[in-house]
């Protein structure tokens, strides 16, 4: 009888389905199936990276689902694998503290695919980002607008005696200034804060205060255009309407000062490659959710 529960116990234990075993698939992107310990594993490679807060099961998934997707383009259009610029992140990862022992094979089939997803980026995405002339100007306009940067006087409680402290960043002020001042209009004194009261002189964005113009002087008296002199300044030293005028403006502008006229005009040159820098990172993040999209629609992916 003992002999016979034995060999029940064994048989079970042979036979029996190994749920424990059992590899389950989370998603399959095409015919490549990514399983739950996948997944899981690759939550752990995220967090050792030193993610602020935890990724979550969903967009761990989520993020393998596309770099599989980019994989398999790249696979299908020919963009070839950069293995110096594979040798270079790993090389980087180690000098930041990444021990040999946690470069796992999923570990380093993602950073593959990583690289890959890199230069998808560079050779097919990148090139069909273009800026227009509207996009510059609506750029310009919102800077106009982000008012970061201010110009205060400060006034004694009563009244007794003026400092003007010039151009400050709003982040500089103290927490209980800074409240006060970024809902203050131009022009305006406020209250009593800390035993003194502030007028904002003005307001602006940095970047446009940072900017030079140069400009040429003209005795009014002279024929337009024959200048005698030319000087370097700082938007900061316009007046806000002039300010304003000559930073949206394409060209020159005049200004009529007692017996001058000044012809000012901003290097559009720099400007521009300043505005492109603001602009570009939002087009490039536009442009790969549509190409993501793109491959959603032409690979099979089948969520479990």
């Given at each position: 009888m003992t002999k016979l529960r034995y060999l029940i116990i064994f048989c079970f234990l042979c036979f029996a389905p190994c749920h424990s075993l059992e590899v389950k698939a989370a998603a399959l992107v095409g015919n490549v199936t990514i399983s739950n310990q996948d997944v899981r594993d690759y939550q752990e490679i995220l967090g050792m990276l030193g993610g602020k807060t935890a990724t979550s099961y969903k967009a761990a998934l989520q993020e393998m689902i596309?770099?599989?997707?980019?994989?398999?383009?790249?696979?299908?259009?020919?963009?070839?694998?950069?293995?110096?610029?594979?040798?270079?992140?790993?090389?980087?990862?180690?000098?930041?503290?990444?021990?040999?022992?946690?470069?796992?094979?999923?570990?380093?089939?993602?950073?593959?695919?990583?690289?890959?997803?890199?230069?998808?980026?560079?050779?097919?995405?990148?090139?069909?980002?273009?800026?227009?002339?509207?996009?510059?100007?609506?750029?310009?306009?919102?800077?106009?607008?982000?008012?970061?940067?201010?110009?205060l006087t400060k006034i004694d409680a009563d009244g007794s005696s003026r400092k003007d402290l010039g151009w400050m960043k709003l982040d500089e002020l103290a927490p209980e200034i800074k409240k006060t001042i970024s809902k203050l209009p131009v022009g305006k004194i406020s209250d009593p804060i800390e035993g003194s009261r502030f007028l904002v002189a003005d307001k602006e964005n940095e970047l446009i205060l940072d900017l030079d113009y140069k400009g040429e002087i003209s005795e009014k008296s002279k024929v337009v255009g024959f200048y005698k002199s030319m000087f370097f300044r700082k938007l900061s030293d316009l007046a806000p309407g002039e300010r304003k005028k000559l930073f949206l403006s394409t060209g020159s502008i005049e200004i009529k000062k007692n017996n001058l006229i000044l012809l000012i005009h901003l290097d559009m040159s720099d400007l521009h490659s300043r505005l492109v820098e603001l602009i570009y990172p939002a087009k490039l993040e536009k442009e790969i959710k549509k190409f993501s999209a793109d491959l959603h629609e032409n690979i099979r992916v089948v969520k479990y």
């Open positions: 596309d770099l599989e997707l980019y994989n398999q383009y790249a696979q299908k259009v020919g963009i070839r694998f950069s293995q110096q610029k594979y040798d270079a992140a790993i090389n980087r990862l180690k000098s930041l503290g990444v021990k040999e022992t946690s470069l796992t094979e999923l570990f380093r089939d993602c950073l593959k695919k990583q690289v890959l997803f890199a230069e998808v980026v560079e050779q097919v995405i990148k090139p069909r980002i273009q800026i227009s002339q509207e996009d510059l100007l609506n750029m310009k306009r919102s800077l106009l607008r982000n008012k970061n940067t201010v110009k």
